[in-house]
DNA sequence: CGAGAGTTTTCATCTATACATTATTGGTCG
DNA sequence: CGACCAATAATGTATAGATGAAAACTCTCG
């Protein structure tokens, strides 16, 4: 696989020129606040039409690299904050990826009545819900302790999934879109429960994983991951986002 | 707040497409797998040219919500990894949230010489970079400790900022753009330095962030953070990425 | 000299069209 | 009956032109 020519590799125009600039302001060239060219010098430069800047512009513009005002021009955004894609994997995945052996067990699953919670200033109302605990191995050692709290009212499929074998987290993937999610992660010490489900000693460190997830106002899921901390953790990888 | 008229708020005709889409496949009226209409009966459906719909479907393409193949037409994803912007706040600006006064302090600056990391099978080179200890307070109690190095070969201008008042982390913010990012999130035992450090007894629960920042092939800077874990947690909000 | 109105520049969007690319589909021929 | 090939239908890319909106500049008038 030598590339023999690695200039310019994007085969179309617009993602040259989207790259072209791109790469002209990661290398610091133009550095934040600086002004870019207009489109019509740039339709000149690259000897096409308009619509063709257009469209490589607004693709930097829709990750961020760069703003753009009417009359104002282009300008380099100055870099605001750490922010990038994460890709949180499959639990399953990841135990696979390090060449040890999954293993999943649901210990408790029962139905809740609906109740409320308490976030922030409102009280917000959650309907019936499934709830199961389960045990994720690797290698037969226990590795997580997952509660997962499932809507039914949202959800209405799930109430006759069977999650003795299959992990509600990928039946959830597979079977329901999802608009938004929150996640929250803390260290914290192993309560008794925990350690003992863990197979580890009471206070020892663990990743905790609050995970709630939404289809527009309705809640559909919340989740509560328990990793043994010296077992476990997030790689999160950030890149100028495609 | 009360939107009288939540219609098709959009002004933009290819946003309008869009959103219009992104709401029938978010809905569960459209569900994963479905093939929705082709562009050509789109833009008969919205009396429109072609294009407007292709920058709309585009749009929501370059965001994952929906497949497209050439003559095998537009469907929509499976919904695949949990993925999504995950923003890491400023460490100052989320004590300072909480209504605590923000506090740093550098312990250490010094020079360190060139060094070796083995990542995976291959050596890596990093030249000299400067070395900055400092701990950062939420109300006069210690909340995190943070090891970072800045590699000078790549941030020249970093050999002269001033660190004993202004954390390193924003100085680079303002003043470097990055290209890659790279995170590892852990939990972990407190050892004897963090303990003392961060005022806790050994062995308590911290939250472990490890970040490297590249630009291109060049490593700009390794931190180690390690938060109190009884005091700190990130959060992340995922959602349809605008 | 200053404020406001008008003009110009520049980006934003939309339309219509043309051609390229590619996977499916179906037909033909061995 | 199966393998190959051509037609076709869908998206992908690019062009040119028209229209609109908003901000900055300029000019005039009080």
Redesign the pocket.
């Known amino acids: 696989m030598h590339d023999h020519a690695p200039d310019t590799r994007p085969a ?4 040259r020129i989207r790259a072209e600039v791109e790469a002209r302001i990661l290398s610091g060239e133009l550095k934040p606040g600086d002004r870019l060219p ?3 010098e740039m339709m000149a430069r690259y000897s ?5 800047v ?2 490589a ?2 693709s930097l ?1 829709a990750t961020g690299l760069i703003i ?7 300008s380099v955004a100055r870099p605001k904050m750490h922010a990038g894609v994460l890709t949180i994997p499959d639990i399953r995945a990841n135990i696979e990826a390090r060449g040890a052996r999954y293993g999943y067990q649901a210990v408790l699953d029962e139905l809740r009545p609906p109740c409320c919670v308490h976030l922030g200033s409102e009280g917000h109302h959650l309907g019936q819900s499934r709830f199961v605990r389960s045990i994720h191995h690797a290698d037969d050692s226990p590795v997580l302790i997952e509660d997962r709290h499932i809507f039914l009212d949202a959800v209405p499929g799930a109430a006759e999934a069977d999650f003795r074998t299959e992990p509600p987290g990928p039946w959830l993937l597979g079977h329901v879109p999802w608009t938004e999610a929150e996640h929250r992660i803390a260290a914290i010490a192993a309560d008794p429960l925990t350690a003992r489900c863990l197979e580890i000693s009471i206070g020892m460190p663990c990743l905790l994983v609050e995970r709630r997830t939404w289809r527009g106002e309705e809640t559909l899921t919340i989740a509560k991951q328990v990793f043994r901390g010296d077992a476990f953790d997030l790689t999160a990888r950030f890149g100028p986002s495609s």
Chains 1, 2 share one sequence.
């Open positions: 179309t125009l617009h993602a207009t489109e019509t096409c039409s308009r619509m063709t257009n469209k512009m607004a513009a753009r005002n009417r009359r104002a021009g282009t």
